[in-house]
C-alpha cells in the first residue's frame, strides 16, 4: 500500500506564496504519474496540477497557469503556488496514478493523501 503525505499548508494573506510537498512513503515516483487536486467546502474536487514520471511533462489548467506550478525533486513532488487569493482556500492533496493518461480526472487515481488545508485570508 503507498501512503502520501502532504505537507507545506497553512494560513498565508492575499497575495503570498505556499510550496506544498508531497512524498510517498516506501516508494518512488518513476513508474507513477502525480497530481494535485484541491476541494473547498461544499465544492467538488477540482484538478490543480500533474506531472508525468519522467517529470518533464506537466499540466496545470488555463485557469491556474501563471501561479501555480508542479516540479519534482526526486521523490517529492512540489506544488508551487504565488499570488494566492481567498478563492484558493481548500484542502489540497496528492495523488499518484500507474496510468499513462492520467492527468485531471481524479477517478484515473489511485492513491490519495489526506490532504493540507490552505488558507487565504483577504
Known amino acids: 500500500q503507498v501512503q502520501l503525505t502532504e505537507s507545506g499548508g497553512g494560513l498565508v494573506q492575499a497575495g503570498g506564496s505556499l510550496r506544498l510537498s508531497c512524498v510517498a512513503a516506501?516508494?518512488?515516483?518513476?513508474?507513477?504519474?502525480v497530481g494535485w487536486f484541491r476541494q473547498a467546502p461544499g465544492k467538488e474536487r477540482e484538478f490543480v496540477a500533474a506531472i508525468k514520471t519522467t517529470g518533464r511533462a506537466t499540466y496545470v489548467p488555463a485557469s491556474l497557469n501563471g501561479r501555480f506550478t508542479i516540479s519534482r525533486d526526486k521523490n517529492i513532488v512540489y506544488l508551487q503556488m504565488n499570488n494566492l487569493q481567498p478563492e484558493d482556500t481548500a484542502i489540497y492533496y496528492c495523488?499518484?496514478?500507474?496510468?499513462?493518461?492520467?492527468?485531471?480526472?481524479?477517478?484515473?487515481?489511485?492513491?490519495w493523501g489526506l490532504g493540507t488545508q490552505v488558507t487565504v485570508s483577504s
Open positions: 516506501g516508494r518512488t515516483f518513476d513508474s507513477y504519474g
Open positions: 495523488a499518484l496514478s500507474a496510468s499513462l493518461t492520467a492527468v485531471a480526472r481524479a477517478d484515473d487515481y489511485d492513491y
